[in-house]
T-cell receptor
Framework: ETGVTQSPTHLIKTRGQQVTLRCSSQ?????VSWYQQALGQGPQFIFQ???????GRGNFPPRFSGLQFPNYSSELNVNALELDDSALYLC???????????????FGEGSRLTVL | AQKITQTQPGMFVQEKEAVTLDCTYD???????LFWYKQPSSGEMIFLIY??????QNATEGRYSLNFQKARKSANLVISASQLGDSAMYFC?????????????FGQGTRLTINP
């Protein structure tokens, strides 16, 4: 069973640029979430996609956007990068909530973004 | 208002000793779930243990147990017989309710260091 994979693992951008991060969900999972983890902090929820639709969003501006594809993989796009966007971006997949599902998220290793 | 509080920024423990990592939470929901994740330096969040709000028994998974005190809104993680490989960041997280996005709210984390 293949776990959650993310790319790229590290990248450096300059302020004002745009970035796209990619995520392949775990086999059998139809829900993908994105989290931002600043240095020394816990992860913060950005948004979640279920069956190609956004179905929940955290307190992030519209320049953070995403997509989910028919194979349930996902992209996170950030426009007009700011210095504070420097963080580890974690993707997590999960199956649909149901009687046997606790809501556990399965995380990838993250994409570390540095904005200069 | 902060929903998950982890009051120990860092813990230092001798190998083979037991360690308790503290977590308190705040919610008005009757149905919720509590999780503990481990984050090594690689960045991936590794699921350790889950406790549902209606579970009457404390959850256990191998060397991990969750000391769930509902009235005190406390969900402490206990690691028995600590090992050098347990050195990592540990995050407590909560899922509220069952509808909508499967969003987890994380605490600030505790850095655990196991000394030989």
């Amino acid at each position: 069973e293949t776990g959650v994979t993310q790319s790229p693992t590290h990248l450096i951008k300059t302020r004002g640029q745009q970035v796209t991060l990619r995520c392949s969900s775990q086999s059998g999972h139809n829900t993908v979430s994105w989290y931002q983890q600043a240095l020394g902090q816990g992860p913060q929820f950005i948004f979640q996609y279920y069956r190609e639709e956004e179905n929940g969003r955290g307190n992030f501006p519209p320049r953070f956007s995403g997509l989910q594809f028919p194979n349930y993989s996902s992209e996170l796009n950030v426009n007009a990068l700011e210095l504070d966007d420097s963080a580890l971006y974690l993707c997590a997949s999960s199956p649909s909530l149901g009687p046997a599902n606790t809501g556990e998220l399965f995380f990838g290793e993250g994409s570390r973004l540095t904005v200069l | 208002a902060q929903k998950i509080t982890q009051t120990q920024p860092g813990m230092f423990v001798q190998e083979k000793e037991a360690v308790t990592l503290d977590c308190t939470y705040d919610t008005s929901d009757q149905s919720y779930g509590l999780f503990w994740y481990k984050q090594p330096s690689s960045g991936e969040m590794i699921f350790l243990i889950y406790q549902g709000s209606y579970d009457e028994q404390n959850a256990t998974e191998g060397r991990y147990s969750l000391n769930f005190q509902k009235a005190r809104k406390s969900a402490n993680l206990v690691i028995s017989a600590s090992q050098l490989g347990d050195s990592a960041m540990y995050f407590c997280a909560m899922r509220e309710g069952w509808g909508g996005a499967q969003k987890l709210v994380f605490g600030q984390g505790t850095r655990l260091t196991i000394n030989p």
